[in-house]
């Protein structure tokens, strides 16, 4: 009788603790994917924001046609974002940080040449560091709405990507 007992005991000490280990991963995975839904969402509103500040004040038809586009792609990625993230759980930001704030102020205060390279330049340095965090959460959790959002937006951060250097060479006089 002791050792049935001991037995059941050691059972349910092992299943609680293999499921605490289990949900403590899950929270852990659970926050990784959160924290990269905030990250996307508060940058995809800030290339909008900037999209359409260069958008008008860019000197460079071809840098105020990149704006153009980052408004128009990164609205839609911004819509798809909020309901993968809604079907996750997971709360967005409804505005962006101090710190996209402070950076968008920045390149707001230039204008002409100055304004075009140095839109150009952040536009390649963010949509590197996307393409390296989307692929990140695609393979994380392709399972969930935000990773399968991750994946379905990835073609369309490469090409911009590859705009952004385009455009970056044409107004650094490279190209």
Not at 5 to 29: D, E, K
Not at 77 to 97: C, F, Q, R, V, Y
Request: aromatic letters at 4%.
């Amino acid at each position: 009788m002791k050792t049935s007992i001991r037995i059941s005991l050691a059972a349910a000490v092992m299943t609680f603790w293999l499921l605490s280990a289990g949900a403590s991963a899950q929270s852990a995975h659970d926050g990784k994917l959160n924290d990269f839904a905030q990250k996307a969402a508060v940058g995809g509103m800030a290339e909008v924001e900037l999209g359409k500040v260069a958008a008008q004040k860019a000197s460079s038809p071809r840098v105020k046609e990149f704006g153009q586009k980052m408004v128009a792609d990164h609205s839609k990625a911004n819509e798809a974002l909020k309901s993968a993230a809604s079907k996750d759980g997971i709360t967005l930001p409804a505005s962006i940080d101090a710190h996209e704030q402070h950076e968008m102020d920045e390149i707001k205060g230039l204008s002409g040449a100055a304004f075009d390279k140095k839109y150009m330049a952040e536009m390649v340095e963010d949509h590197k560091k996307d393409v390296r965090e989307f692929e990140d959460a695609a393979k994380k959790d392709p399972n969930s709405q935000v990773g399968m959002f991750a994946t379905a937006t990835l073609p369309t951060l490469r090409e911009h990507l590859q705009m952004a250097q385009d455009v970056e060479k044409e107004v650094k006089g490279e190209k």
